[in-house]
């Protein structure tokens, strides 16, 4: 049996948690559409209404963003994804992520060496080429 007449011990003085993967400046985002009052804040308007724009009027972005409206997410908490695998194989070829990094020549304009960056990014990651060949490995 347990003696309930002994004093409890205190609760810790700190509570130590996980060290956040995220950054700290990056936690209050939570989804890709909260990024945009920020971006059309900071970025010039030519360059926010390219990067956010679609051509002329819209259509094609608005009918990609309805047709992805039809699909949800089922969160599933305390799974072992330790086994997971995001490979994927397309036109016969193996990559390691089903995403890939579409040509935008002025990736340099929305980050610093932005296009350096994605162009390494894109080699690292066996990620799939862009079709026009815009990103030019570096190295």
């Given at each position: 049996?347990?003696?309930?007449?002994?004093?409890?011990?205190?609760?810790?003085?700190?509570?130590?948690?996980?060290?956040?993967?995220?950054?700290?400046?990056?936690?209050?985002?939570?989804?890709?559409?909260?990024?945009?009052?920020?971006?059309?804040?900071?970025?010039?308007?030519?360059?926010?209404?390219?990067?956010s724009g679609?051509?002329?009027?819209?259509?094609?972005?608005?009918?990609?963003?309805?047709?992805?409206?039809?699909?949800?997410?089922?969160?599933?908490?305390?799974?072992?994804?330790?086994?997971?695998?995001?490979?994927?194989?397309?036109?016969?070829?193996?990559?390691?992520?089903?995403?890939?990094?579409?040509?935008?020549?002025?990736?340099?304009?929305?980050?610093?060496?932005?296009?350096?960056?994605?162009?390494?990014?894109?080699?690292?990651?066996?990620?799939?080429?862009?079709?026009?060949?815009?990103?030019?490995?570096?190295?």
């Amino acid at each position: 049996m347990h003696d309930r007449t002994a004093a409890p011990s205190p609760p810790p003085a700190t509570v130590n948690r996980a060290a956040s993967a995220v950054p700290r400046h990056l936690r209050r985002y939570l989804t890709l559409d909260d990024f945009e009052p920020q971006a059309r804040r900071l970025l010039p308007k030519f360059l926010y209404g390219y990067i956010s724009g679609g051509a002329e009027t819209d259509a094609a972005r608005s009918d990609n963003r309805r047709a992805f409206d039809e699909y949800g997410f089922v969160p599933r908490v305390l799974r072992d994804v330790s086994g997971r695998d995001q490979t994927t194989t397309l036109f016969g070829k193996s990559y390691a992520s089903p995403f890939g990094i579409p040509p935008m020549g002025s990736s340099a304009l929305c980050a610093y060496r932005g296009d350096i960056v994605l162009a390494r990014a894109r080699g690292r990651g066996q990620r799939p080429d862009d079709p026009l060949g815009v990103l030019a490995d570096p190295a």
